[in-house]
């Protein structure tokens, strides 16, 4: 059974600009959650879709924003990108919404320069 | 709000030496617990959960028991190996839609 699969898993972007990251989940998951990882601020929820539709936001900009596909796989995008977005992005699948045995992706590293 | 502490690292040890790394939390009602390991350029791996007081989760030699009373959850592993060298982190889920994760705590341990 394939796991949590994101891409790209590397990503240089010059500020300014914005980004698309894409990450499949687990076949038969239908949520996917969002993280942030950064050495200052630690790791931090952005959001969480299930069926196509956001359900929670974490305290993040309106820059931040995604979606979800029918076949549960999704995207977020950070438009405007700032130097202080270089993180590691985090995407988890559960089966269920709510359900927080989380299996996460290898995450995708985006330097902003 | 809901939150975690765990202890600072970073933590060195020689192989079989006993692991434990402090996790207290803060939160209302009743949440989740668990522990992710991340090992170097990979994302986050669930090691062990509890959902409610006095369970014990354990996987892989590793051991963490819901404890109400002192809203702790501290992990321990009594032998550690060289391939248990990674980041730890304690997290909780209040109500179900997210994690909320601790700062983590890198454990090296040296052959």
């Known amino acids: 059974k394939a796991g949590v699969t994101q891409t790209p898993r590397y990503l240089i972007k010059t500020r300014g600009q914005q980004v698309t990251l894409s990450c499949s989940p687990i076949?038969?998951?239908?949520?996917v959650s969002w993280y942030q990882q950064t050495p200052g601020q630690g790791l931090q929820f952005l959001f969480e879709?299930?069926?196509?539709?956001?359900?929670n936001k974490g305290n993040f900009p309106g820059r931040f924003s995604g979606r979800q596909f029918s076949n549960s796989r999704s995207e977020m995008n950070v438009s405007t990108l700032e130097l202080g977005d270089s993180a590691l992005y985090l995407c988890?699948?559960?089966?269920?919404?709510?359900?927080?045995?989380?299996?996460f992706g290898q995450g995708t590293r985006l330097t902003v320069v | 709000g809901d939150s975690v502490t765990q202890m600072e690292g970073p933590v060195t040890l020689s192989e079989e030496a006993f692991l434990t790394i402090n996790c207290t939390y803060t939160?209302?009602?009743?949440?989740?617990l668990f522990w992710y390991v991340q090992y170097p350029g990979e994302g986050l791996q669930l090691l062990l959960k509890?959902?409610?007081?006095?369970d014990k989760g354990s996987n892989k030699g590793f051991e963490a028991t819901y404890r109400k009373e002192t809203t702790s959850f501290h992990l321990e592993k009594g032998s550690v190996q060289v391939s248990d060298s990674a980041v730890y982190f304690c997290a909780l889920s209040p109500n179900d839609y997210k994690l909320s994760f601790g700062a983590g705590t890198t454990v090296t341990v040296r052959a």
């Open positions: 939160a209302t009602g009743y949440p989740s």
């Open positions: 076949s038969g998951h239908r949520s």
């Open positions: 988890a699948s559960s089966l269920e919404a709510g359900n927080t045995e989380a299996f």
């Open positions: 879709y299930f069926s196509e539709t956001q359900r």
């Open positions: 509890a959902t409610k007081a006095d």
